[in-house]
């Protein structure tokens, strides 16, 4: 069997191709050359590479697959699926770059994107072939195009894993890679059942030489074809115009096979539509003797043998059927012989066809008494309870053949109720009578619904509802009749309004008409919805079920009065995101506007509120330059009524409620951003003038736009110049709830910014007990009670406020809270638990920091030092992590300050006061704790030897985040602050727990300045130890890596490293001079 291959695009002189990097085509090459074929194509430069991305991606992300010219499939959906998907992302990884060339991006970034340049350029070229050739084209390539998108997909999800590895600092982009990659890579594109049907038997042709197709296949081909390019096979004028376009693109194309193709579906398309069309109308039901009158023989034409319906009289005075003869004269002018009578051989002298007027009235008599008796019969059948399902099926046959051959005796039918029987059956019997009845019930209907009274009493009867039913049916036949219906009735609009208002109508139509599966009905469906679109009372219903094109056409070009009222059913709408994203998309610039008219803008402000409830919104409605209108709104005095002030504050606060676009945006007419003071200030200023709801509208925008990384420095700076701190403090009371959901989270963002600053105020208006109090009463949800206590973390509170404001009883408090915490969330942390959580620890931390006695006997009492270790091990966000690593820190800090004291000349009895609170009564022999050089009790809450911290602290070391390495490494380091002659001992100890390792791995790996200079601080005191350095004077990349350190370090770095590498005798002094003397080891 001959393979067709892949053809080769080519790019005519008024096209422009937009791969111009793509690989050569697939057929150019030969086939192990194919298979080593990578995807990296050579570029001229990363820029030229990333303008190849953009543009292939532009170019399969357009709406080129709804074109009604090009063909359907689900594969190039898919693979537009996944370039949209892709463009985000590309777009997201190309705004993080801070050069303008992307040079600060790894090489390996530049080596993905190139690859994946290449690959989404040969990909472009199969989607273009989809959308750019004949549809019978596409069919005959499908198989060899679907494996070559799919290849490339395989390829793109290759580069995306090597892209993910090379972007660590941007976690939710990786994210968005890493499933794009395994959703790409899990991809399967397969042709369907039908597509492979069709490019087999087309296959097959191509492999014919001179043998003649019989007419039974030629049927099927013809068949088969029309339903994979969703035509009607007898709707002979489309089949022909599709084998003109594969003419036309098969005339450049080199394939032999696809020429033979083309021939055999011209030889079998002009027989098809061609030969003759003779009456095949039989009465199939059996009758008594003298219920039925059998035709004459003069009323049988002897070509056909069937009652001829035109019949013609020759030169010969032989009568025939008028298609039947002059099929028969065509073929004897075409074997190049003279049209002769065939039943008496004469040559005729003239082929004039005279009409047989009298035959033609005894044969319409014959009929009309027939069908006479088939109305009685049909009646007889149709009203039987109940239904004889044989009897009926012949019935509804003969109905349906009766009306499309003699469409002047419908009346008949229609006149005996025969309308209404078959409606009646289909509605009391529709269970009991079967799908293969219900499809004939349907087309019998389908057929009388031509005729206009008949077709009014469907109506009435609710045909339409029984026909939607029949859109669930299993049977296509039955959904393709039901579908079919639906489309003559919709030819009046007040017929189209009501199959609008038939519950789930527009919902199964919609369905169907996007499914490539079945694309005969998907055309059906699509037809009868554009007849809908239409009628204006339809636009809602249409986009109830996320049809949006009548309502964004109206919206974009119809008149203000349309456009008000299409905004108004937007505003109203309960609307998917995936809605959501289209009307915004398309919709959003108009929208925007319409707020410079007064007439539109309360429609126009709530059509947009409701799409900005969808936070990937945001960056459309900024694009759409909605923040300086709506600042507009909410700076006028006059004009503007409260309820769309409170509109556009809603709109704003939903934009900014996560970071993104509008952080460079212009916030109004003057180009100031969100952030700015001047618009800072606005807000400030209305949160005195305006009611209570519009309050908690701004206190939302100003909590957004404090919260974003990037603006919230400057607007925290802002809020506080323009004294509005106290402002917000006088809403933590507020009786609204979101009033005082917003002014706790602000007051929060505050608070981690200028925390000192901030108890100042708190304390001059004595608010400093609201947040203790809040925390402590179980009433208040959500929120306000985690807010309350990162605020309290936060604050920098005086050793008298942590006792009195604070004080033992609440330690107890929140050590129990975070237990119940931990034992209740069984591995699982929401976001509320975790602020919460983040709160409580950074209280804790306020009684870490004194060696007070009540202090130092409140953290002994509650264990502080355990509870901040769980937490290491508590699967939880960084900042929790980073907030108990200091903990144990400050707590270690202070039991090195508590040992120093004490290790002076002491009592008999061991160690004072203060060691008592430290480490409860001493024991009979206490130990003699390494690190400390004193005896220390098993679980002191200052030694974290002793209380088992140090290897949860090394396991933290590989933590993914730098922050909580850091927190980690100065817990850890705190071990080795003394090294007097004891300090082998610790030095031995920490060796022995993993410290010494797991510190000098990360110093080699460390990427981080502050992470080195901590890292190699801590190893160069464990060098001064004489029996370590020798053993890892041996480790050639420790060596490497303090070189390197020496060299590019920071000043301290530098120096740790000079003193670290002269302990390995690394590195000597020369004349003031330093060398570097790297010994080779084998």
């Not at 204006?536 to 056409?553: C, Q, V």
């Not at 009790?937 to 030897?945: A, F, G, K, V």
């Amino acid at each position: 069997m001959e393979a067709t291959p892949l053809p080769t695009l080519k790019t005519f002189p008024n096209q422009t191709n937009p791969f111009p990097h793509a690989d050569p085509p697939l057929q150019s090459l030969p086939s192990t050359s194919r298979r080593k074929m990578t995807s990296e194509s050579s570029f001229p430069s990363f820029s030229a590479a990333v303008d190849s991305v953009q543009t292939s991606l532009s170019y399969l992300c357009s709406d080129n697959d709804n074109n009604q010219q090009s063909y359907s499939s689900n594969v190039t959906r898919r693979f537009s699926g996944f370039a949209h998907r892709l463009q985000l992302a590309t777009n997201h990884l190309l705004r993080s770059s801070r050069s303008p060339d992307y040079s600060d991006f790894p090489p390996s970034v530049h080596t993905a994107l190139r690859g994946i340049a290449g690959d989404l350029a040969s990909a472009g070229e199969m989607v273009r072939f989809y959308r750019t050739k004949s549809k019978t084209l596409v069919l005959v390539n499908c198989v060899s195009l679907c494996a070559s998108i799919q290849e490339r997909t395989l390829a793109i999800s290759r580069w995306l894993n090597l892209l993910d590895s090379a972007i660590p600092d941007l976690p939710d982009l990786r994210k968005k890679i890493a499933d794009l990659s395994t959703d790409m890579k899990q991809a399967n594109f397969k042709v369907t059942e039908n597509e492979e049907r069709v490019h087999c038997t087309l296959q097959k042709e191509g492999q014919r030489r001179q043998t003649k197709t019989s007419k039974a296949v030629e049927s099927a081909i013809v068949m088969d074809l029309a339903r994979a390019l969703g035509v009607d096979p007898e709707n002979h004028a489309v089949l022909s115009e599709q084998i003109k376009l594969l003419k036309n693109d098969v005339a450049q194309s080199r394939s032999v096979s696809e020429r033979r193709i083309l021939s055999s579906l011209e030889r079998i398309m002009e027989n098809w539509s061609t030969e003759p069309t003779v009456a095949t109308w039989k009465l199939d039901i059996e009758f008594e003797d003298d219920a039925h009158i059998s035709p004459f023989k003069n009323f049988i034409c002897p070509l056909t043998k069937e009652v001829m319906k035109e019949p013609v009289v020759l030169e010969s005075s032989q009568t025939y059927e008028r298609a039947a003869i002059e099929y028969w004269f065509e073929r004897c002018l075409e074997d190049g012989r003279d049209p002769t009578c065939p039943v008496t051989g004469q040559v005729l002298g003239t082929l004039e066809l005279k009409p047989n007027i009298g035959l033609a009235g005894a044969i319409e008599e014959w009929l009309n008494r027939n069908v006479e008796i088939q109305v009685k019969i049909a009646v007889q059948n149709l009203g039987e309870e109940p239904p004889s399902v044989d009897f009926v099926e012949r019935v509804l046959d003969n109905v349906y053949k009766i009306s499309e051959e003699h469409p002047v005796s419908r009346y008949k039918f229609r006149n005996a109720g025969i309308v209404e029987l078959i409606v009646k059956l289909l509605r009391n019997s529709s269970k009991s009578i079967g799908t293969n009845l219900r499809s004939k019930c349907l087309l019998a209907l389908l057929s009388m619904a031509k005729d206009e009274e008949s077709k009014r009493i469907m109506l009435e009867d609710g045909t339409t509802k029984l026909a939607i039913h029949s859109l669930m049916a299993s049977s296509e036949k039955e959904r393709e009749c039901a579908v079919k219906l639906l489309l003559e009735f919709g030819s009046d609009e007040a017929c189209c309004i009501k199959i609008a208002s038939e519950k789930g109508a527009l919902l199964l139509l919609s369905s169907m008409s996007g499914n490539l599966e079945h694309p005969a009905l998907s055309n059906l469906a699509e037809q009868v919805l554009k007849r809908m679109e239409k009628a204006e009372d339809n636009i809602m219903h249409l986009a109830a079920a996320g049809r949006f094109e009548p309502l964004l056409n109206r919206l974009c070009e119809g008149s203000d009065d349309i456009k008000i009222e299409m905004a108004s059913i937007v505003g109203k709408m309960t609307l998917t995101n995936n809605g959501k994203e289209q009307l915004a998309r398309q919709g959003a610039k108009m929208l925007v506007e319409m707020l410079s008219k007064p007439a539109a803008q309360a429609s126009s402000l709530q059509a947009l509120h409701n799409l900005s409830s969808l936070d990937d919104n945001a960056t459309i409605l900024v694009d759409s330059n909605v923040l300086p209108a709506l600042t507009d709104i909410l700076s006028r005095n006059q004009d503007t009524s409260s309820e769309s002030k409170e509109l556009a504050a809603l709109i704003m606060a939903n934009i900014v409620s996560n970071p993104g676009h509008w952080e460079l945006a212009s916030a109004d007419k003057e180009g100031h951003s969100m952030q700015s003071e001047s618009i800072v200030y606005s807000l400030l200023a209305l949160l005195l003038e305006v009611s209570s709801r519009y309050q908690a509208s701004i206190l939302q925008i100003l909590c957004g736009i404090a919260s974003s990384p990037q603006a919230s420095e400057p607007v925290a700076s802002h809020i506080k110049s323009g004294g509005g701190v106290g402002t917000i403090l006088s809403f933590l009371e507020h009786p609204e709830v979101e009033n005082r959901k917003y002014a706790f989270r602000l007051s929060r963002v505050l608070s981690e910014r200028f925390g000192q600053d901030l108890v100042h105020d708190l304390r001059a208006s004595n608010k400093l007990t609201l947040f203790r109090d809040r925390l402590l009463d179980n009433q208040y949800k959500g929120g306000e009670r985690s807010d309350a206590a990162r605020i309290l973390a936060n604050l920098s509170l005086s050793e008298d406020e942590v006792k009195v404001l604070l004080g033992a009883d609440f330690v107890r408090w929140a050590v129990n809270t975070l237990e119940t915490q931990c034992r209740n969330s069984k591995g699982r942390v929401t976001e509320h638990a975790a602020s919460m959580l983040e709160g409580l620890l950074g209280i804790l931390l306020h009684f870490t920091r004194s060696i007070d006695l009540l202090t130092l006997q409140t953290v002994r009492e509650n264990s502080l030092m355990t509870i901040f270790c769980e937490q290491l091990c508590y699967p939880s966000k960084p900042r929790v992590k980073q907030l108990a690593a200091v903990g144990l820190k400050n707590l270690s800090e202070c039991g090195r300050q508590l040992a120093a004291r004490d290790s002076e000349p002491q009592p008999p009895q061991g160690f004072c006061s203060s060691l008592v609170f430290m480490c409860g009564r001493a024991s009979s022999q206490p130990s003699m704790c390494p690190i400390h050089s004193i005896p220390c009790e098993e679980e002191s809450q200052w030694c974290l030897l002793k209380s088992n911290c140090i290897k949860p602290l090394v396991e933290l070391l590989t933590d993914e985040d730098t922050v909580v390495q850091i927190a980690a490494i100065e817990a850890l380091s705190t071990l080795v602050m003394d090294t007097s002659s004891s300090f082998k001992r610790a030095a031995d100890e920490l060796e022995r727990l993993g410290v010494i390792n797991g510190v000098i791995d990360l110093f080699i790996e460390a990427r981080s300045d502050e992470l080195q200079e901590k890292t190699i601080w801590i190893i160069e005191r464990i060098l001064r130890v004489e029996n370590h350095n020798q053993p890892l004077s041996l480790n050639q990349a420790l060596v490497r890596a303090l070189v390197e350190a020496f060299r590019r370090g920071n000043p301290n770095t530098k120096r740790h490293a000079q003193d670290a590498l002269t302990n390995l005798k690394q590195l000597s002094g020369v004349s003031g001079k330093a060398s570097i003397q790297i010994q080779s080891r084998r």
